[in-house]
């Protein structure tokens, strides 16, 4: 174990957010350049083409280690990145991360079901954690991933890279600023064809159908949008179990949410047909985004006193990837929680368990602060 | 009672619509240009800037009488459409159009809790019967309008404009014809802000809030474009009671249709946003309209093949007015039933009453064919 997790482990009783923080302003005070490691795990499509690539437009981080379960991915991408050798693992070499200090941040690319097992290994190695969405297959598991990087003393964020996009930031801070009047309907459509013979439709792996996979931004889209946790749920799937596509996940789920503030959202979820958008109405007009949280090409219209207008906004200096990659160090320096914490993962958790049960019983389910 | 009434009765037997056709085919045969006499029951906004200027455009139909509770409307519209004061009826007088034999249908266009009991009473008096949509309250009611129709064997059809609307017509085309795929998911919002002190907001009057009225359009346009007819819905109602407009009546009531083709739908009811907007999103592709069912200006687009492409359809000889109010006497000379017939008014409050009781019970409402 490294002096630095020992530290954090012996000022976990004085508050593990201040103790990282100030620990990180410390130590790093005099190099206010540091680029953070990042050990990306498994190396599949979103890992290798979406942030590897960006990682090394970070101003904040670096990619030092990667950790793949295939050996030629590991020579490749390896080679491609200049990561050294003593920087590649297995995962059954995977625990000695804790040995290697040019590691600071684990990001957890793998199957659904493999999220909490290597982030809790990760923090109980000492690093922090970067896990992508859905943060888990359960909320039981997120609970326990939020408390491992407690106990740890290292920070825990999903990757929920639209909270970094402009085009998102600019739609939530619309539709909560009032300038639609009460936000009254949310609709938020998300979902792709999901071609056959992939993880993702392998319940063991992926812990569940679209839902987990895409209709998750459709969830995530409409609580960002109305800036509150809803208070009920009500869903709908609709499973062909004859597609061997569908043998253990859901097809569609259709759900709706209701928000203590008034709002309602009705929220598409698909592995079989294309949507990728959503939609907020106040009582005075209404903001369109299609695509809302593709890559890059977002469109966005904002309607008020009966004119349609397109919003264009400006390149961002970084784009949501880099600005996601970047946002987990800057916490750490700052000593705050990030912004899609893993509080913010668990919420989605709760409310797709909370969808698929209602769903499973054909009632609504009322949720609990 | 009119002979034309009484060969009727006597014919009931023999089966309504082959009897009534009958009678048409041979009493009309001599006169292929008669335009049938509406009579329209209650001079609000909608009968008087929609519906009695369009009558004068039709083919088969014209305007020959007018029903009104306020005397100075049947002085102004009565002198404005030049219907002699023979023509003009009082709610009191509603019954002596039987002995009207310029008058051959009856357009019910009076708040919703009265479109059972004029209706039954045009039935009762001989006449053919178009009512506006909602058919009725009840979808009791609505069976006792089609069980007085029939007795009487005159024909019942409800107000659907958009059934006879280019775009929709092009629309239900596009969804059936497989050219999408598959029919996975169909979103349908309709909504708008409630202007206070209407009868629409005073349920003794309007029978419910946005689903009776404009969340109507929503369902009726989910079942169209589906081509089938729904087996289960699930519904989630919000409405703030504390303002004054939904003291009685419902705000908003968002709904999820489960098809047996194995679509579903997810639609909006909103007497607090505007919406007037379809999409249908098959396997390979979607179609989108906004606004979908207005009375002018709809625009339509079409997703296939990674490219979207705008429809736009030849003005038609007709509008969906001309067409809707023209249809009911061609139904009348071919003896055929209207294409908006009473049956299909019947489904939707089926459905209505499927929608309030899910809402109210927080569960999905499996129905019976």
Known sequence: ??????????????????????LWG???????????????????????????????????????????????????????YGIPATHRYSYAQFD?????????????????????????????????????????????????????????????MIGYRSHFEPYNLHAMEVARSGVLGPTRIITSEHGFYAQPNQWRLHRPL??????????????????????????EVSAMEQTDKSDPRFAT???????????????????????NSNHNAYRVHGQGGWLRAEPATSYTGHQMWVHRDGETQQVRL???????????????????MAGTEPRASGEEGLRDMRLIEAIYQSAREGRAIKLTA
């Not at 990667?66 to 050996?71: D, F, I, M, Q």
């Not at 200096?317 to 916490?331: G, I, R, S, T, Y």
């Open 96 to 156: 000695r991360i804790r040995d290697n200090p040019d590691i600071d941040i684990v990001y957890v690319i793998l199957p659904n079901s493999m999220h909490a097992e290597y982030s809790i290994r990760a923090a109980q190695a000492g690093k922090h954690v970067m896990c992508e969405k859905p943060m888990a297959v359960s909320a039981a598991e997120a609970e326990a991933m939020i408390a491992a990087c407690r106990q740890a003393g290292t920070k825990l």
């Open 249 to 271: 996940v859901e097809d569609r789920i259709d759900f709706h949410l209701r928000f203590p503030g008034g709002a309602l959202a009705s929220c598409v979820s698909s592995y």
């Open 314 to 332: 400006p390149t961002p200096a970084k784009n949501q990837f880099v600005a996601q990659l970047d946002h987990l160090p800057e916490a750490i």
């Open 206 to 231: 992926s812990g569940g159908g679209s839902l987990m996979d895409i209709g998750i931004y459709a969830l995530n889209a409409a609580r960002y949008l109305a800036g509150e946790e809803p208070v």
């Open 1 to 22: 174990m490294t002096g630095q997790a020992d530290r954090r482990l012996v000022l976990a009783g004085m508050g593990a957010t201040l103790a990282a923080g100030t």
């Open 26 to 80: 410390r130590a790093r005070a005099a190099e206010p350049t540091r680029r953070f490691g990042y050990a990306v795990v498994g190396l599949g499509s979103y890992a290798t083409n979406q942030i590897m690539p960006r990682l090394a437009e970070c101003e904040h981080a670096r990619l030092t280690a990667l950790v793949s379960g295939t050996p030629e991915k590991l020579e490749r991408y390896g080679s491609e």
